[in-house]
């Protein structure tokens, strides 16, 4: 019983940052050497449809800016969708083999879109500024 004590808002809260931190860290390994960037999307990530001059450059733009956006709690359920449209791009195109990595971010992903930031974020405050407001 006393474990049911622990806030979702925190779990939510660990779980915007982790993801933020995984993407984070990717996008900036892609922009510390954007020509070793170009190549790996060429020749190992192989994204199919989209030439590596514009999968890359995609990437690297999610990887940079959904991160923020969870950090701050702000758009949070936006913010997942392309997270996780590019977890199953990896996942299925590009490293199959680390199935329970994307398993594990998956899990945080939807958790935050199914159940929203919680209350330690700016999409909660101003949920209820707007809800007070219309009052």
Known sequence: DRLELLPLSL??????VSMATIFWRAGQSKLANWDLTLQLFASEYKVPVLPPELAAPMAASVELT?????ILGLATRVACLPMIGMTLVIQTFVYPQSWVEHLTWMTFLLLLLSRGPGVISLDHVFKRIFDHGAK
């Open 11 to 16: 779990l939510q809260f660990m779980a915007r």
């Open 66 to 70: 959904t991160p923020i956006l969870l």
